[in-house]
């Protein structure tokens, strides 16, 4: 359901201005004729030449918040509206208040439109606070009841809106915050696993120098050592010459004629006892 909008269309007497020619005068009557036509930016134009000619009057202003609202640029519009206000006109007075909470209601909408809660709850807050100040003026006023009951029912709507985009900011923040913690962790467990391996690739590097190092002595040692040089020369002497079984019994057999042949001179006595010396040594 759409706010109520009150046209009032005011056109300059002309005694209120400087002389019947004056411009500002004709310019605001071309401009009223041009919004009557729907053709609002052609009135805009004519508004604002209005304007140009006499700014401090506020029927000007009041004419061109209606054009600035039927084209939808509805922040200048609450801005004409407002200006409208210090008007000295009573009947121009509360129609520039109602028709601003008309203009304030549907800068709200465009706002929430576009995601922008904060700034569409302060337009329908400055909407309802607007036709409160119109119903305390005029309690019979049933239009501006229909409207200040629409932006109480669009400030609720954008309070609760407010409440989950809030939660749903705080579990983001909560998220945001978890991985950032795990991450952290992870980073440090990384950090703790690369000294680990650090450490671990130096002391390996020592004892591969170590063993490296060790060697050539220990082999020096080995070879300085005696039964190391006999058993090389044991190795270095040539293996006995290997005879066959027959050989062998042909030496045992020559051996054992000698010893008989030994054995029968010394019964005979061909042998002579070894002489003895007489000297002293």
């Given at each position: 359901?759409?706010p109520?909008?009150?046209?009032?269309f005011?056109?300059?007497a002309?005694?209120a201005l400087a002389?019947?020619?004056?411009p500002?005068?004709?310019?605001n009557?071309?401009?009223v004729?041009?919004?009557?036509?729907?053709?609002?930016?052609?009135a805009?134009?004519?508004y604002?030449?209005?304007?140009?000619?006499?700014?401090?009057?506020?029927?000007i202003?009041?004419?061109?918040g209606g054009a600035y609202y039927?084209?939808?640029?509805y922040d200048?519009?609450?801005?004409?509206?407002g200006r409208?206000?210090s008007?000295?006109k009573?009947?121009?007075?509360?129609?520039?208040?109602f028709?601003?909470?008309a203009?304030?209601?549907?800068?709200?909408?465009k706002?929430?439109?576009?995601d922008?809660?904060?700034?569409?709850?302060?337009?329908?807050?400055?909407?309802?606070?607007?036709?409160?100040?119109v119903l305390?003026?005029?309690?019979a006023?049933?239009?501006a009841?229909?409207?200040?009951?629409l932006?109480?029912?669009?400030?609720?709507?954008?309070?609760h809106k407010?409440?989950?985009?809030?939660?749903?900011?705080?579990e983001?923040e909560?998220?945001k915050?978890?991985?950032?913690?795990k991450?952290q962790?992870?980073?440090?467990?990384?950090?703790?696993k690369?000294?680990?391996d650090?450490?671990?690739?130096?002391?390996?590097?020592r004892?591969?120098?170590?063993e490296?190092?060790?060697?050539?002595?220990?082999?020096?040692?080995?070879?300085?050592r005696?039964e190391?040089?006999?058993?090389?020369k044991?190795?270095s002497?040539?293996?006995?010459?290997?005879?066959s079984?027959?050989?062998?019994e042909?030496?045992f057999?020559a051996i054992?004629?000698?010893e008989?042949?030994?054995?029968?001179?010394?019964?005979?006595?061909?042998?002579?006892?070894?002489?003895?010396s007489?000297?002293?040594?």
């Amino acid at each position: 359901m759409k706010p109520a909008f009150h046209l009032l269309f005011i056109y300059i007497a002309a005694l209120a201005l400087a002389g019947f020619g004056d411009p500002a005068y004709f310019a605001n009557k071309r401009g009223v004729e041009k919004y009557n036509e729907k053709k609002y930016e052609d009135a805009l134009k004519e508004y604002l030449k209005a304007q140009k000619g006499d700014p401090d009057e506020k029927s000007i202003d009041y004419n061109l918040g209606g054009a600035y609202y039927k084209m939808g640029r509805y922040d200048e519009a609450v801005r004409a509206y407002g200006r409208a206000l210090s008007s000295g006109k009573d009947n121009i007075k509360k129609s520039a208040r109602f028709n601003l909470g008309a203009a304030l209601y549907k800068a709200g909408d465009k706002a929430a439109l576009s995601d922008k809660t904060d700034e569409a709850l302060e337009s329908y807050r400055e909407s309802a606070r607007q036709y409160k100040t119109v119903l305390n003026k005029d309690s019979a006023d049933n239009d501006a009841r229909h409207n200040l009951e629409l932006a109480l029912l669009k400030m609720k709507e954008m309070e609760h809106k407010k409440k989950r985009e809030q939660k749903q900011q705080n579990e983001k923040e909560r998220q945001k915050k978890e991985q950032k913690k795990k991450e952290q962790k992870k980073k440090e467990g990384q950090s703790e696993k690369e000294k680990r391996d650090k450490s671990d690739k130096k002391k390996t590097g020592r004892e591969n120098k170590k063993e490296e190092k060790d060697t050539p002595r220990q082999n020096a040692e080995n070879k300085d050592r005696p039964e190391d040089q006999g058993q090389q020369k044991q190795d270095s002497q040539p293996e006995p010459r290997r005879i066959s079984k027959e050989q062998a019994e042909r030496i045992f057999d020559a051996i054992e004629r000698d010893e008989k042949k030994l054995k029968e001179n010394m019964l005979k006595g061909q042998l002579k006892k070894p002489s003895e010396s007489g000297k002293d040594w």
